[in-house]
């Protein structure tokens, strides 16, 4: 087992770093109901971390619990080696954490580069009112935002729908708009929530790359849930998975696949 | 063949040509592209120096003179800077196609022994990597975007820009070598390899000479009177022959800006904004443009499509008359006026043809509909017809001599013959050095006179004096009662509607003709949603009843045009089928240039051939796919066969 704040290299020659955030006995309730039961994880910094489960197993509450969303009735998030407080989702959008919806949240009437915009709302500094007026400052920043943001929608190829309004597009480019959303905070984590359900194949493979590319050439940390156990197998470094708000499994994608409970989980036993 | 030798004193050769232009405008721009959504550009000066750059790192990978450097990727001014690069050096530019794939890519390869391969990014990084284990000529490969390349093992491999800054720290190292490189190039020195794609066999590269390069490139651009300030689109495969000579031949000869979009699916969008004056595009793009249009007016509102109904009605009637400059009454003139205000000068703008002031378009025949369209709008669209081992140009359309049934007059330098079995030679300064290693084709091709056999079968129009093309001279066969057969002719015809993207038909020996049909998925698939025609696949698609309907009428109506050619009237079409997968170039069906490999789609539907003359009703098939990455599956379809009604062959008139 490694030390928290050891590094290794993977056998595709990247390297991961100590542990960045960690989950500490968290247990989330909506009033009687346990979403979340007393789990632990942490992520590492580098790595591609999936939390997969069947539906209801909470994974999407996890996440939540990350960004700050849904505040824990028990347990810490330990971020960089310090307790977090409890924190608004903007604060830990601040910290460097980014991410994207299972139900697209994009503004639909707005072009695609104006919602990539406002993936750099943390990074402008100007007031209202210098930005309403558009002089000096507030020019120079945008002009420098506009090119972060022309780099990201470079890098993920969007670029023939720059001036498309969201609204118009297909579901699986509205993804990966999202995603270059959430690319333009600079984050230093990014959490994507089933980042390829209802793509096609192709649109999956297309994904693929561009998260694998994310993680390569930003060495951003990024954290995944997804149904399509192939791609996680393919993508990821370590495993959570989740059944009924409970951990049943946590490693490598090869220790995970052979691991009994969750081969139960997704091949279902009787529960008597 | 008399050989003109270049005037003394003028550039014989592109690097020539370049420094040229860096006396004449150094502070023109020379070439732009669009990165990060805006306009980045490069003067004369600028872009020489980057040639320079470039070609000085080369040096220092150790690049030897008559080395060959393939080059693949999509329209960059990085990839054209390199090919000058490269001639600068005294080695060959092989731009390939970049949507080969490796299997195609590695035979070129292999054929032209390219040392080093430039490429655009990481998946053709991929692919010659690929190539690598079996081609072992490959020593370096040099790449444009680094993107996900810093895991590559980059022992022999580098990014262009390392190349190019190698080249400018070395330049005191280097300045010598080049100049003594530079001085050894001469007229008759190759300028380029372009491999043909080809129709059947292999392909064959086609050695073209500095002489051929800039010979035809002044012919050309003095034809149309381009000047410095004209604006291209480069966006057209670099391996076409084409656009080495617009983008690199004519751009170097007059000076005129290259502008390369920012990415395929941006074309429109780029070229809209730069407004190119002279523009060159196949058939199929303004057949698209065209489907487009007309899809987009059919969900408009009623004002703007009786409008643009009753304004393009003026247009048709005498938009090209006032484009050839022919009387037209004062009363249509006004009329016109205000359709260019309402109607007209809008869509020019929205497709980008406000400032074309010539466009060609060749390779395939294009439709009297289509051709029309654009003329009317005021568009000085115009025919040419040429060949890669012709420099392009073998004859082309003067202003105010266009039709949509000629391919022009011989172009300036041409000469051109017709054989005694219709096949048409031609013989130019423009004429190919040889085919690369392959002196049995190029004796066939090409006699000790210098005539080139175009394989085209074809004839000198009476009065005009322009050249019409018939077919493929090979493809030009007999029925079974004598009379001529002429697939293209029929083909053509099919694919003027706009429904059909695709048709072949066959009848050579036989009784009658048979033809196989492709869909047009955007026009069809519009049609279907508008007739609330539910489907699934393209597949579906293809075979649903109603579609199949449709496609017998536009079938019986283009048999009714067949027959009124008293050559070729035997030729109509029997029975057709409509085939559930789209032809493709991945499968070897087309070429690259989409041009339809006859003799392949036999052999491989030969069973839906058979079925079609064994009047059966309906066959099932399997067919074998390729998918873009080269893996390969399998689809299977029951197609309906549907007969049509054809009409008896008009007499010829005898003259009186």
């Known amino acids: ?272 | 063949m008399t050989k003109s030798s270049a005037p003394s004193g003028a550039p014989i050769n592109v690097p020539q040509l370049l420094a040229r232009n860096v006396a004449r405008f150094p502070n023109k721009a020379a070439y732009r592209e669009k990165e990060f959504g805006i306009w980045q550009s490069w003067t004369w000066a600028q872009a020489a120096e980057e040639i320079e750059a470039i070609a000085m790192g080369l040096l220092a990978l150790g690049l030897n003179k008559g080395d060959y450097v393939a080059l693949i990727g999509r329209n960059r001014p990085a990839f054209y800077w390199s090919m000058v690069a490269i001639q600068k050096c005294g080695a060959v530019p092989v731009p390939l196609y970049q949507d080969a794939v490796a299997e195609e890519m590695a035979y070129v390869l292999e054929h032209c022994g390219a040392r080093f391969v430039i490429v655009g990014d990481q998946e053709q990084v991929d692919k010659v990597l690929e190539v690598q284990e079996t081609v072992h000529g490959i020593d370096e490969v040099i790449y444009l975007d680094k993107r996900g390349m810093r895991k590559y093992d980059h022992t022999h491999m580098n990014a262009l820009d390392d190349v190019a800054a190698e080249g400018r720290a070395g330049h005191y190292r280097f300045e010598a070598i080049l100049k003594e490189r530079e001085a050894e190039l001469d007229y008759d020195s190759t300028c380029v390899m372009l491999y043909t794609s080809g129709t059947t066999g292999k392909p064959k590269g086609v050695v073209l000479s500095n002489r051929n390069i800039i010979e035809t490139s002044k012919n050309s651009a003095d034809f149309d009177h381009l000047k410095a300030d004209d604006e291209v689109l480069a966006y057209l495969p670099m391996a076409w022959v084409g656009d080495f000579i617009f983008s690199i031949g004519q751009a170097m000869w007059t000076g005129f800006c290259v502008n390369c979009p920012e990415s395929a699916e941006t074309m429109m969008t780029d070229m809209r904004e730069i407004g190119p004056s002279y523009f060159f595009a196949p058939p199929r793009v303004f057949e698209t443009q065209l489907t487009n249009v007309m899809i987009r007016m059919e969900d408009a509102g009623a004002l703007k499509r009786n409008m643009f109904k009753r304004y393009m009605d003026v247009a048709r009637r005498v938009g090209p008359a006032i484009l050839d400059g022919k009387p037209v009454s004062f009363g249509d003139r006004l009329a016109y006026a205000l359709g260019n205000i309402f109607v007209y000068g809008p869509l020019k703008n929205t497709l980008g043809f406000s400032r074309v002031r010539v466009g060609y378009t060749a390779g395939e025949a294009i439709g009297p509909e289509i051709f029309d369209f654009y003329r009317s709008l005021g568009i000085n669209l115009k025919q040419l017809y040429g060949q890669t081992e012709a420099s392009v140009f073998i004859t082309q359309q003067p202003d105010g001599q266009v039709r949509s049934d000629t391919v022009g007059v011989p172009s300036p330098g041409v000469e051109i013959k017709i054989a005694d079995n219709g096949e048409v030679f031609y013989r130019s300064p423009g004429v190919f050095v040889e085919y690369y290693k392959n002196a049995d084709s190029t004796a066939d091709t090409k006699d000790a006179e210098g005539w080139v056999a175009t394989g085209d079968a074809g004839f000198f129009e009476d009065g005009s004096g322009h050249l019409r093309i018939i077919d493929r001279a090979k493809d030009v066969g007999k029925m079974a009662d004598g009379s001529m057969f002429a697939p293209k002719f029929v083909e053509n015809k099919l694919k003027f509607y706009p429904n059909i993207l695709e048709a072949v038909v066959f009848g050579n020996n036989r009784d009658r003709c048979v033809a196989f049909i492709n869909i047009d998925l955007t026009a069809v698939g519009n049609w279907a949603e508008r007739n609330n025609i539910a489907y699934s696949s393209y597949q579906e698609l293809s075979q649903h009843p109603k579609v199949l309907e449709m496609i017998r009428e536009h079938v019986e109506e283009a048999n009714a045009s067949v027959a009124q050619d008293p050559m070729l009237g035997g030729c109509q079409i029997h029975r057709f089928l409509v085939l559930h997968k789209e032809l493709d170039a991945d499968d070897g069906e087309l070429t690259r240039t989409r041009k339809v490999r006859r003799r392949i789609i036999e052999e491989k539907f030969d069973d839906l051939i058979t079925a079609l003359y064994d009047n059966k009703d309906s066959i099932y098939t399997e067919t074998e796919v390729t998918y873009e990455d080269g893996r390969k599956g399998k689809i299977k379809a029951t197609l309906d066969l549907r007969d049509a009604k054809v009409q008896p062959v008009a007499r010829a008139m005898a003259a009186e």
């Open chain 1, 1 to 272: 087992m490694l030390d928290d704040t050891e590094s290794y290299v993977t056998a595709d020659g990247r390297t991961i770093g100590g542990v960045v955030l960690d989950l500490k006995s968290i247990t989330l309730r909506f009033g009687g109901v346990e979403a979340i039961k007393n789990i632990s994880f942490d992520i590492r910094e580098g790595e591609i971390r999936a939390i997969i489960g069947p539906n209801g197993a909470g994974k999407s509450s996890m996440l939540n619990v990350i960004s700050g969303f849904y505040v824990p009735q028990e347990g810490e998030v330990w971020f960089r080696g310090e307790r977090r407080p409890q924190m608004k989702p903007y604060e830990v959008a601040q910290q460097g954490i980014a991410r994207t919806f299972q139900n697209i949240a994009l503004f639909e009437g707005m072009s695609v580069l104006d919602n990539v915009m406002t993936g750099r709302l943390n990074k402008m500094k100007t007031g209202l009112w210098s930005q309403a007026l558009w002089k000096g400052k507030a020019e120079r920043e945008e002009n420098e935002n506009r090119e972060a943001v022309e780099k990201i929608i470079d890098f993920l190829e969007i670029q023939s729908i720059r001036k498309t309004p969201v609204g118009r597009l297909p579901y699986g480019l509205k993804k990966r708009v999202e995603l270059a959303r959430a690319l333009a905070a600079e984050p230093t984590i990014l959490l994507l929530d089933e980042p390829m359900a209802g793509m096609n194949v192709e649109e999956k493979e297309d994904m693929c790359r561009f998260i694998l590319d994310v993680n390569d050439e930003f060495g951003t940390t990024i954290a995944l849930i997804e149904h399509d156990m192939g791609v996680v197998m393919d993508l990821s470094d370590r495993v959570v998975v989740m059944d009924y708000g409970r951990k049943i499994g946590d490693g490598t994608p090869d220790e995970v696949r052979n691991n009994q409970d969750v081969i139960d989980a997704y091949l279902g036993v009787s529960h008597d």
